[in-house]
């Protein structure tokens, strides 16, 4: 038996170096991509393995910091990763198949995790084949363990005792150093890693989740994310920013034998109809699927049924209340647990399980209808609200049948504002959303008549999240864009209609530029999220500066490009000018600096993580003005748009 083993460890060993191989050739395949996206991605396959740990009772805090050399810890209070020699490697311990082989992670053993999160539960042994270097500390049976790779899963140390786990703690501790010679960029980004964890630990009610930022400061404290309430306090943080219609969230469980689910939910008194988030094993599901079918679908029959037996609907007068008239200020977070959890879509964000369906349905069906029993002043807040939805929509129905009228009688049914491009292919066509009459004028100019259209929009569109959807119709900027554009909006919005695939805005580089570009990004996220979420949507870069030299004119992009201009130049002696305005320069000047495709830097805006976004978005355009100042004060340095 030993020799046999023994034998046939050189062969299982070079398979074991063959799979982190194919890691390190395709990293895409693993974790979707080398950019920044896949970058983060390895520190969420740490955590969720901390988190698997906390998911089966074992684990109650993991902490993560980012550390001055480039590397991230992360480290969790679990049982520690198995030491003992591993059944099918003999050579090898658990702890090593773990760090080495492919989909190794807490699976093997048989009696592994019931459930499992993990984004695609690839391992951390991706981690260990895309880091230059990676350093494993495990306490376990009383004593301390360590073992390092380097270069993508070469062992430097296996894994051998280093002394005593102190207090006989038990834990896991992961050190890693992204490899520069994979990933396009290898510095984290506080911000995005925070907002994962946040979400993380509202999904995992209980659990502390620590995060910490040394990479300047090492005496920079903890941020906490430990959420007693758990999703209920994620649809509390939510709704913070908006006006509640009631205090109470709502919330119920339902448990079968192989799947979970948990639904809390509140209403505010807003207008948006996309507050429902829905998770499956701790992965968002930004495309839904079953268990947000199963809740709308049983949602809208118990508000139907409440509203009709209860007040104010009559049954044989009034019509039946459509789901997106129940949805209107709702903010629910729908958080499932189940076996193997089948992603499907374009962005695997759909889940195709059937049977947690009818499990969400058969939930929703007996515990919403009990919840509203149970709470009959928050149960009639809500049938008003919901049936004053269903009136504005009948009414908006009616706006939008004389509007379609109206566009009919136009012709074409675009804008007569709009100057549209000689190409009917979406796909090269772009749409510029300009600022102010003079600067339409510039670029009407400057563009490219074969490709480029251009739409000037006067001062500041209707503020969507306040408003609506009547109302909104009514406003002339507003169905400018909406015809323009072309693929409708709101529910009814179809990417595959869109008559452009690059909307760009082109705004001043001043206050009430970015006004406006937030103004028209809100609008966008909340009526044509597909087209953001498909990254349809990017905001031009004019230039800041601009110098002379001798006879012509230098434009510079920002202040890096400008201090890089001055180190360039000493010489340099002409103060510079900060552009303002757009129209501060000629239909020329404008091709050259902005717009011209070989020149122009165009930013991409993506909205990664939609409950934080939404939140967000809130924040900046909704009613509190409370939450919008101290927001801002908090993210002064870094109100962008871009990654929240
Ligand atoms: C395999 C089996 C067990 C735990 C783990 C892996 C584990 C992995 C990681 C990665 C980071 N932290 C972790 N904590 C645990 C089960 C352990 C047992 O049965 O005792």
């Known amino acids: 038996m030993v020799e046999a083993s023994t034998a046939s460890y050189g062969a299982k060993d070079i398979t074991v170096l063959e799979g982190l191989e194919a890691v390190r050739k395709r990293p895409g395949m693993y974790i979707g991509s080398t950019g920044p996206a896949g970058l983060h991605h390895l520190v969420y396959e740490?955590?969720?393995?901390?988190?698997?740990?906390?998911?089966?009772?074992?684990?109650?805090?993991?902490?993560?910091?980012?550390?001055?050399?480039?590397?991230?810890?992360?480290?969790?209070?679990?049982?520690?990763?198995?030491?003992?020699?591993?059944?099918?490697?003999?050579?090898?311990?658990?702890?090593?198949?773990?760090?080495?082989?492919?989909?190794?992670?807490?699976?093997?053993?048989?009696?592994?995790?019931?459930?499992?999160?993990?984004?695609?539960?690839?391992?951390?042994?991706?981690?260990?084949?895309?880091?230059?270097?990676?350093?494993?500390?495990?306490?376990?049976?009383?004593?301390?363990?360590?073992?390092?790779y380097v270069d993508g899963g070469q062992p430097k140390d296996r894994l051998s005792v280093v002394g005593d786990a102190p207090d006989d703690r038990t834990g896991t501790t992961v050190r890693f150093w992204p490899d520069d010679t994979i990933f396009d960029e290898i510095e984290f980004r506080a911000q995005t890693l925070l907002d994962r964890l946040q979400m993380m630990a509202f999904l995992n009610r209980g659990l502390e989740i620590r995060f910490r930022d040394h990479r300047e400061n090492t005496e920079a404290d903890y941020t906490v994310f430990h959420y007693e309430g758990g999703i209920s306090d994620f649809v509390e943080h939510v709704n913070a920013s908006k006006e509640a219609l009631f205090e109470t969230v709502g919330y119920f469980e339902a448990n079968e034998e192989e799947q979970e689910v948990e639904i809390a939910f509140q209403w505010n008194t807003g207008f948006n109809g996309d507050g429902l988030h829905s998770f499956a094993n701790g992965i968002s599901t930004g495309e839904g699927g079953m268990h947000e079918e199963g809740f709308r679908k049983s949602l809208t029959n118990v508000m139907n049924k409440y509203c009709f037996e209860r007040g104010p609907l009559k049954e044989g007068k009034d019509d039946r209340l459509q789901g997106e008239d129940i949805r209107e200020g709702l903010t629910a977070i729908i958080s499932v647990r189940l076996q193997e959890p089948q992603f499907e879509g374009q962005t695997k964000g759909k889940l195709g399980n059937v049977s947690v369906r009818s499990m969400v349905e058969k939930a929703t069906n007996e515990k919403l209808a009990e919840w509203l029993e149970e709470n009959p002043t928050e149960a009639k807040l809500i049938a008003s609200k919901v049936v004053s939805a269903q009136r504005a929509r009948i009414a908006a129905r009616q706006a939008r049948d004389a509007t379609r009228r109206k566009s009919a009688l136009d012709g074409a049914g675009l804008p007569g504002k709009l100057t549209d491009c000689a190409s009917t292919d979406p796909e090269e066509s772009e749409l510029y959303i300009v600022e102010g009459n003079s600067a339409g004028g510039s670029a009407k100019e400057a563009r490219d008549p074969h490709n480029m259209a251009i739409l000037p929009i006067r001062g500041k569109i209707l503020n969507v999240e306040r408003a609506r959807v009547d109302k909104m119709l009514n406003n002339t900027e507003v169905l400018a864009l909406i015809q323009a554009i072309g693929g409708g909006f709101g529910e009814e919005f179809d990417s595959e209609k869109l008559r452009y695939h690059k909307i760009v805005l082109l705004c001043d580089a001043d206050v009430d530029g970015a006004h406006i570009r937030t103004l028209l990004l809100t609008f966008f996220f909340r009526q044509m999220r597909d087209m953001v979420d498909q990254g349809h949507v990017y905001i031009a870069q004019p230039p800041l500066y601009s110098t002379e030299v001798g006879k012509s004119k230098v434009y510079l992009k920002d202040d890096r490009a400008k201090e890089l201009f001055e180190a360039e130049n000493p010489k340099h002696s002409n103060d510079f000018a900060r552009l303002k305005g757009l129209g501060e320069m000629d239909a020329a000047e404008l091709w050259e600096t902005t717009m011209d495709p070989e020149k122009r830097t165009l930013l991409q805006i993506s909205v990664d993580q939609a409950a934080i976004a939404d939140e967000i978005f809130s924040t900046l355009m909704g009613e509190s003005v409370e939450s919008r100042k101290n927001f801002i004060q908090s993210n002064a340095k870094d109100v962008r748009f871009l990654d929240i």
């Open 46 to 148: 740490v955590v969720d393995n901390s988190v698997d740990e906390a998911m089966a009772g074992h684990c109650s805090r993991i902490d993560i910091s980012l550390l001055p050399d480039g590397s991230c810890e992360v480290v969790d209070d679990g049982r520690g990763i198995p030491v003992g020699k591993h059944p099918k490697f003999d050579d090898l311990t658990a702890a090593e198949v773990v760090l080495t082989v492919l989909h190794a992670g807490g699976k093997f053993g048989g009696d592994g995790y019931k459930v499992s999160g993990g984004l695609h539960g690839v391992g951390v042994s991706v981690v260990n084949a895309l880091s230059s270097r990676i350093e494993v500390e495990i306490d376990r049976e009383g004593k301390r363990h360590a073992m390092s």
